[in-house]
Each structure stands twice: as structure tokens, then as C-alpha cells.
């Protein structure tokens, strides 16, 4: 593994809290990913279930947690269940976990093989105490999946197999308790954002016009990887010209020009946690008078939020203040007028022509995390601020992206050490 050991007592705790969730007589089943095909006989890197890593540390490939808090064997109160270990899996693809490995990861005692999974899960199934049965499927707001995980595999059998147990979704309770990120968590995803930090700064050295935006891609994966992540939380953008108003912007196959700026929504992960940082920046290293007043305009955006998303707020009406917020820069700008704003259909307002995305979503296992958007920020959850504005036609968007974490009496900035103000940027791309 790249990063430091987690400690197993992280994992403990996590699986503690999941169980103070559960209703009594309760049973709840997670499920690793698959390794997903690409064409002939390959694959793509694998990706471990980011729930199953929250109360296990475990990302190896075919792998079950069962949790059964009532059942009489204190011992198999919690399974863990592993691929088993074979000289050929050893030699075609190297080591597999053994079971102490796996037990000294995540706390879990008892640590069985899959071959042994349908008998024991029958046996607590059987059981009287196992009258509710939580299971794991993907409930995120944005989720597109198209293909079936091995969770949805799962529910699927387990349903036709044992159809007159009560079924319950255990994805709400995993979404409450990862919105609040211990004190651990806080600082892995702090160390990510060091690492994008890093990446950043030699960004900033290399730019220059002619450069290609893959070439600017491969500055940030040498940098990521060297300081121990796994390499990019998301699909880099990295956006110059006339691209940078397109919010998914990834083919990254460009020549940077002068005159132009890149927007650059690029971040490292490290130990599975995310950070997710945009920086826009002059490809000449010089922001024209007009790009720095609309850069500054998103800036000032930017810090207004950091005051404003703050506990019990509700994240919807955060977002409907920074839309006023835009609309009174936006006509600054001379972008819309008064006139436009008395005029417009309510369902479709004039800054929608400029600012099309929402300000902030909540970062950790997942870029997208999980948590109901429709609860209160909490104290201790972690949030991008991302405000930005895209003028087709002049040319150029600026979007400027920071992590933080909510506190009680303010939030703390994960990126504050990441150059922002137009000067510095200029100062360091000119050095
Ligand atoms: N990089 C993805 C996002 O900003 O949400
Ligand atoms: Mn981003
Ligand atoms: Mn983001």
C-alpha cells in the first residue's frame, strides 16, 4: 500500500457507530466492487466499495463484511470473508491477504474464506435474531450506474433466496456517518490536498505558451504519484481557451495559447480520500485587465461562501444566496442588467447564462460524497467552494475551488496554502 497504515481502531469505530444505527435484530451485508472488464481479457484498475473501506480498510477484490450484532457467538458478531490465498493467484497476480493481515487491518476477529460463505450466512439468516436485513445499494443523488455491482448482485439473490426476511437500505445510515469526518479522515484528506498543492505549484513553473494540456496533466500525475497517491481523485480537466466554459471538459488535447486562460479542476487522492481543487490561470502568465476582473469577481464569490455555508444552513438555500450573490456581480461585470433580471423567467434566471453548476458538494471517500443534501450542514462535514463564472462569448470561465471543513466557530480551509490571488499567481508563473 501507498500511504501510511490507517488504524484499525478507525475501522472499529466506524463498524461501532454503523451498529448503534441498526434496529435491534438486525443483519447487514457489504459487498466489495468488481474488477470491471475492459475488452479482451482486461481490466480496469480496481476500485475498491467505498463503504466496505469505511469499516474495513480492506481493498482487495471479493470480499463480504457481515454484521450481525445479536447473534449469540459474541466471536462471529462480525465476518469478514476473503478470496483465499493459491500459489497460482500468488503467481499470476502476487500476494493475497491472509487472514492475521486482514485481522490486523480492520480489527475484525473473525476472518473466514468465500468457500465457507453460504453455510455461515444461512446459519444467521436461520436465526431468530436476524429478522431485519440491511443491505447496500448506491442511493447517491447523481448515480448513473448502469452495469450491476456486486451489491446489486447480491441483494438480488439474497432476496429470491430468503424472500420473507424484512429488508432494510443500509445506505442512509452509511451516508449520516460518513457526512462527519473524524479528526483521521480530516487529515488524510488534508495530506491530498497537500499532495495537489504540490502538483499545483509545478504547474504554475511549467506553463507557458505552446504547451500542450496533456503535457500539463503529466506535471500533475508525476508529481501525485511520487508523494504516494494512487494518482487523480477524478478525471482531470484541464481546459484552456474556449474549452474552459465546458464543465466536463476531458479530452485535454490542446495547445495552450497566449492570451488564454486554463481552468484546471485537477486533485489527487490519497489513501482513497479525496481532495478537488480548480485554479484558473493565464496561459502567458498575465491576466488581461478583463480576465482579472472577472477572476476577482468569482474570488470575492468564493470567500463570501466560506462565511455563509455554515452549520444548520441548509446546503439549497446557500446555494439560492450565492445565486443572488452572482446575479449583483454578474451585472458589475456589465454581463446582465436590472432590466434582464425584471424581465426573466423565473424558471430559467439570466445568471443561468453565465453560472450553471451548484457552489458546493461534500468530499471524502467519494468527490461526489455521500450525506443527504437535504439535511443541515454538519459540524465536522467537508465541502468544495466552487463558484465560478463562464462567459462564451469573450471567451474564457473562471472557477476557483477550495476544500473546507465546517467548524463550530468557522470553517477551516484545507487549500490555504494553494496560491489564489491573481498577483501571487502571476508572481510565481513569472519566477
Ligand atoms: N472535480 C469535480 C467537481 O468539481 O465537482
Ligand atoms: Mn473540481
Ligand atoms: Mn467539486
Redesign the pocket.
Known amino acids: 500500500m501507498r500511504y501510511s497504515p490507517i488504524d484499525q481502531q478507525f475501522f472499529v469505530d466506524n463498524r461501532k457507530k454503523l451498529v448503534r444505527e441498526l434496529k435491534p435484530n438486525s443483519l447487514a451485508v457489504f459487498n466489495s466492487n468488481d474488477i470491471m472488464p475492459t475488452n479482451a481479457d482486461g481490466s480496469m484498475v480496481f476500485k475498491q466499495n467505498n463503504d466496505l473501506f469505511y469499516l474495513t480498510g480492506i481493498e482487495q477484490e471479493e470480499s463480504i463484511l457481515v454484521i450481525c450484532p445479536g447473534f449469540r457467538e459474541e466471536k462471529k458478531r462480525e465476518i469478514l470473508f476473503l478470496r483465499q490465498p493459491n500459489e497460482h493467484l500468488e503467481k499470476w497476480y502476487g500476494h493475497k491477504l491472509t487472514k492475521e493481515e486482514a485481522q490486523a487491518i480492520s480489527g475484525i476477529e473473525t476472518v473466514m474464506w468465500l468457500p465457507d460463505f453460504d453455510a455461515l450466512f444461512h446459519h444467521l439468516m436461520a436465526m431468530s435474531g436476524a429478522e431485519n436485513v440491511y443491505l447496500n445499494t448506491n442511493e447517491h443523488y447523481r448515480s448513473e450506474v448502469v452495469v450491476q455491482t456486486r451489491d446489486a448482485r447480491f441483494v438480488d439473490w439474497c432476496r429470491a433466496k430468503y424472500p420473507l426476511h424484512t429488508y432494510q437500505r443500509v445506505a442512509p445510515l452509511m451516508g449520516k456517518l460518513r457526512r462527519t469526518k473524524s479528526a483521521l479522515e480530516i487529515k488524510l484528506i488534508q495530506q491530498a490536498c497537500d499532495i495537489t498543492e504540490k502538483g499545483f505549484r509545478r504547474v504554475l513553473k511549467f506553463t507557458k505558451p505552446g504547451v500542450k494540456e496533456y503535457e500539463i496533466e503529466a506535471e500533475y500525475i508525476h508529481e501525485f504519484i511520487r508523494h504516494g497517491s494512487k494518482g487523480f481523485a477524478?478525471t482531470p480537466?484541464i481546459a484552456s481557451g474556449k474549452n474552459n466554459v465546458v464543465l466536463h471538459y476531458i479530452e485535454n488535447n490542446q495547445e495552450c495559447k497566449t492570451g488564454e486562460l486554463i481552468l484546471l479542476?485537477v486533485?489527487a487522492e490519497y489513501a482513497n480520500y479525496n481532495s478537488?481543487?480548480?485554479r484558473t490561470i493565464p496561459v502567458n502568465g498575465k491576466f488581461s485587465p478583463r480576465q482579472k476582473e472577472v477572476y476577482n469577481a468569482v474570488l470575492h464569490i468564493q470567500r463570501e461562501a466560506m462565511k455563509m455555508l455554515r452549520p444548520s444552513v441548509v446546503y439549497f438555500d446557500y446555494q439560492k444566496e450565492i445565486e443572488k450573490l452572482m446575479e449583483s456581480e454578474l451585472k458589475k461585470l456589465k454581463l446582465i442588467s436590472d432590466n434582464d433580471i425584471k424581465n426573466q423567467n423565473p424558471d430559467n434566471p439570466v445568471f443561468k447564462k453565465y453560472f450553471y453548476h451548484g457552489t458546493s458538494h461534500m468530499l471524502g471517500l467519494d468527490?461526489h460524497d455521500v450525506g443527504n443534501m437535504h439535511d443541515p450542514v454538519q459540524v465536522g462535514s467537508v465541502w468544495?467552494i466552487?463558484p465560478g463564472i463562464y462567459i462564451k462569448e469573450e471567451g474564457f470561465g473562471v472557477r476557483l475551488?477550495n476544500n473546507v471543513v465546517i467548524g463550530e466557530k468557522e470553517n477551516f480551509d484545507l487549500m490555504r496554502n494553494i496560491p489564489i490571488e491573481a498577483d501571487e499567481i502571476e508572481t510565481l508563473m513569472n519566477q
Request: charged share 35%; glycine share 0%.
Open positions: 477524478y480537466i479542476d486533485a478537488d481543487l480548480t468527490v468544495t466552487e475551488e
